[in-house]
């Protein structure tokens, strides 16, 4: 340990001085090292690209989608004792070195020291919302094998795909907790190792809906309540009327569930509440039971802002991706990594809009996030053309100037019925006379 550390320590001396140290401003370099050290990726050899540098360079490729990875190098200072630029193979190979657990690792620290930690309304449960999301990969034979991709009545999907399915704070668009893998692992597997939050609202839709995850999900923390639309075909008997439209029931597990998760009962309870919702009837399953703290309508309200979390994956796929819809990488390995990357530099994006909202005193939401992307990711582009110390003076002054990202208010009582252009669905067509509408 004490080698490593010395050899660490010598590393980050020899950095230039406008070079990756500056990014510290942006991540501080002892969350990289411990990621590092936890999953025994830390560099003991002086290379070219150290292994703290290939972390930086897989965060690069997220927030600089448009550039080639040798001149996502270049524009991040990422060489080391400012020599000559590596061979693009040198950057491959760093990637390969480093792998997918580092990045996943440095995720969870960062989710834990900024979202999980600090709530944007104190003292009132967190709202959250879950929910899954893919991307594609490029179609190598080592990704459709290991990654797999979807089927469609003409044959295979073109490209193979990897699954994530996220745990994002409403109010801020933070991101909480992420969880991977192939195209073929069903997102209730991959949520089932999400990490709830205590004092918490967690929003659903109806794909979630399994008695053993909804039962874990609420028990293995305290106040961790959940709400979802409820199925059409909802097997249930009423225990107790609560109110008009507001009933207390009782549902019977599967066998094929009780044969999966032994410890399951035979039935279990939980709230259905029936509103009206635009002229139509909406009902909703939730585990807050507690009529008079959790009224019914406010509750058909709160599920609104499900929402917020394919706003989230729309900023993350549109504007940081710069809707760039496959990845970079062609081994499994790195598609992954590739994926936290992306994850991670959104997470510091989302860090410092937070940062901004607080300063200019509005709510995250109100920052825009399409401008205060380019803003962050244009100052750290002149790190290499600047002075010492211009990083973390241009962030200040981004701080400084936040009211000129504030968006306005959101408008009040605006629909969108959800519409398709292709023929073949449930959902109405959406024709080019409407669009003109």
Not at 176 to 181: F, R, S
Not at 207 to 219: C, D, G, I, K
Not at 224 to 250: F, S
Not at 304 to 333: C, D, N, T
Request: hydrophobic letters at 45%.
């Amino acid at each position: 340990m004490n080698l490593l550390q010395t050899t660490l320590n010598e590393t980050l001396e020899a950095l230039p001085a406008n070079g990756i140290a500056e990014l510290s401003a942006l991540l501080d370099p002892a969350w990289i090292e411990q990621a590092l050290e936890a999953t025994g990726k830390a560099s003991i050899r002086r290379r070219k690209l150290p292994a703290e540098h290939a972390v930086w360079l897989v965060i690069g490729l997220a927030l600089f989608r448009h550039m080639p990875l040798w001149q996502v190098v270049q524009e991040m200072a990422l060489t080391l004792d400012s020599k000559e630029l590596p061979a693009p193979s040198a950057s491959v190979q760093v990637r390969q070195r480093l792998g997918a657990q580092p990045m996943a690792h440095l995720f969870a620290l960062l989710a834990n020291a900024w979202g999980r930690a600090h709530a944007v309304h104190a003292g009132e449960l967190r709202v959250l919302a879950a929910d899954g999301v893919v991307w594609s990969a490029p179609d190598s034979k080592d990704n459709r094998q290991e990654l797999g991709s979807g089927q469609t009545q003409y044959g295979p999907q073109p490209w193979p795909m990897v699954r994530a399915v996220c745990l994002l704070d409403t109010d801020s668009h933070e991101l909480l907790d992420a969880q991977l893998g192939g195209y073929g692992c069903g997102e209730l597997t991959l949520a089932a190792d999400l990490r709830g939050l205590d004092h918490s609202i967690t929003l659903f839709d109806r794909a979630y809906f399994s008695a053993a995850f909804l039962l874990r999900w609420q028990q293995v923390g305290e106040q961790r309540h959940w709400l979802m639309r409820a199925r059409d075909n909802l097997r249930h008997e009423v225990v107790q009327v609560l109110g008009q439209g507001d009933w207390l029931i009782r549902m019977p597990v599967s066998p094929r569930a009780r044969k999966m998760h032994p410890e399951l009962p035979s039935h279990w309870q939980a709230r259905l509440i029936e509103v009206s919702v635009g002229g139509k009837i909406r009902r909703f399953i939730t585990s807050m039971l507690d009529s008079e703290r959790f009224a019914a309508v406010p509750l058909a309200q709160l599920y609104r802002q499900r929402w917020e979390v394919e706003l989230g994956f729309r900023e993350i796929k549109q504007s940081l991706q710069q809707g760039r819809a496959v990845l970079r990488s062609k081994q499994p390995e790195l598609v992954k990594q590739e994926v936290w990357g992306v994850l991670i530099a959104y997470t510091l994006l989302r860090r410092w809009m937070r940062l901004m909202a607080q300063h200019a005193g509005v709510e995250p939401s109100r920052i825009s996030f399409h401008t205060a992307r380019h803003a962050i990711t244009g100052a750290i582009n002149t790190v290499h053309l600047a002075r010492a110390g211009a990083l973390p003076e241009l962030l200040q002054r981004l701080l400084e100037q936040a009211r000129y990202f504030v968006l306005p208010p959101r408008r009040t009582g605006r629909s969108f019925p959800r519409e398709v252009k292709r023929s073949r669905s449930k959902f109405p067509t959406k024709n080019a006379s409407q669009r003109a509408n």
